[in-house]
Structures are given as C-alpha cells and as structure tokens.
T-cell receptor, first 115, second 115 residues
C-alpha cells in the first residue's frame, strides 16, 4: 500500500494567493482528517470526513479555509486568501473501520510558507 | 473536556540507557491511548496503543507503554535507547463513548539520544 499521499510537499506563496493542498487516503479507509502543525500550537485538528461527508469542521480557523472530499480517494484543503499566519505543516491522515480502533495513518505533510 | 499533557518539552538520554517519555490524560470515559513518533520532515508514525486488557503494551521499535488508570498516565518506555530513536514523540487520546473518532494530541516531547 502506498500510504497516505499528500501534495505538494512544499509550497511557498505570497499573501493573498489561493493555496490548494491535496490528499489521497489509503484505499478502503473511510475516515479522513486534516491536521495543522505549528511550533506555537502543536497539532490541531482542522476537519474530518466520514464516507466523504464532513463530520466536524469546528477546528477550521476561519472562513478562508475550506475542505472538500468529492470522492473516497481525494480530498482538498483550500486557503483563500492566504496569510502569513497560515504558514504551517498540514497533514492529512486516514483510518478505517473495524479492528482499527483509532489508529491514524499520516501522510508526509505539506509545508506551507506564506510570505 | 479531553486533554493530553506531555510535561517535558525534551528528554535527553545516553545511548544504551533506559528512556521514559511521560504522558498524562484527562477524559470523562474510558480512554483509547496512542503514541506516535515523528522524524524530521516526516509525518507521524503509529508506535503503539492501549485499548483494553494488559496495562503494559508493546509496540514498534522495542517501545512499550504502561497504562496506569489511577494516575491517568500512559508513559512511553524503552529499556535501551538508540541514537536513531531521537525524534518527536506524541501522546494522543480518544475518549469513549465519544464516537467522533477524533484524536487529541499532546504538545510533543523531543527525545534526544546522545552517543
């Protein structure tokens, strides 16, 4: 299995630009999570999906952030417009049902720098 | 509210010595507890979990953790540290009967194993 795949690995953009981060979960996993990691705030859960449906987006910081999951194998996290304080590493993670009682599988992350 | 505390920002240990990384939790129900490790510029990797049963849980790379309900702790341990164990370690909790499948992560502890 290829694991959770995220792209791009690194993104440098200027304030005000739109940023789109992409995630392909592990095949067969029906939960997908977006986390943000910063030195100041650690790991924060932004939003998660179950069977492509957003279940809890209470961690999304502002309306500038949006996430979609159009199908079971693809999700996007969009920031529009981006701001320097959005600079962070964004992780996507997935998990499956059954015996997998909570274990998440993380992607390598997308490091975003907003200038 | 659920929370996880990792009281040490950094743990230093000499190679070959035993190591302990501390974690305490606060949940209203029975916890599912996890340890993850993050190497530089990588995503989080699952190490081990406690769901129920034996309080001593064994995981990857020779790590183990001891669940202590009375002290609400889940400390990570290894009998003999390796330089390659140097990384960032995260404790996480999911409370039951919470069905949100969210994991709450601690702030992380950096482990430095010196040769």
């Amino acid at each position: 299995d290829a694991g959770v795949i995220q792209s791009p690995r690194h993104e440098v953009t200027e304030m005000g630009q739109e940023v789109t981060l992409r995630c392909k979960p592990i095949s067969g996993h029906d939960y997908l999570f977006w986390y943000r990691q910063t030195m100041m705030r650690g790991l924060e859960l932004l939003i998660y999906f179950n069977n492509n449906v957003p279940i809890d987006d209470s961690g999304m910081p502002e309306d500038r952030f949006s996430a979609k999951m159009p199908n079971a194998s693809f999700s996007t996290l969009k920031i529009q417009p981006s701001e320097p304080r959005d600079s962070a590493v964004y992780f996507c993670a997935s998990r499956g049902q059954g015996k997998n009682t909570g274990e998440l599988f993380f992607g390598e992350g997308s490091r975003l720098t907003v200038l | 509210a659920q929370s996880v505390a990792q009281p040490e920002d950094q743990v230093n240990v000499a190679e070959g010595n035993p190591l302990t990384v501390k974690c305490t939790y606060s949940v209203s129900g029975n916890p599912y507890l996890f340890w993850y490790v993050q190497y530089p510029n990588r995503g989080l990797q699952f190490l081990l979990k406690y769901i129920t049963g034996d309080n001593l849980v064994k995981g990857s790379y020779g790590f183990e953790a001891e669940f202590n309900k009375s002290q609400t702790s889940f400390h990570l341990k290894k009998p003999s540290a390796l330089v390659s164990d140097s990384a960032l370690y995260f404790c996480a909790v999911r409370a039951l009967p919470d069905s949100s499948y969210k994991l709450i992560f601690g702030s992380g502890t950096r482990l430095l194993v010196r040769p």
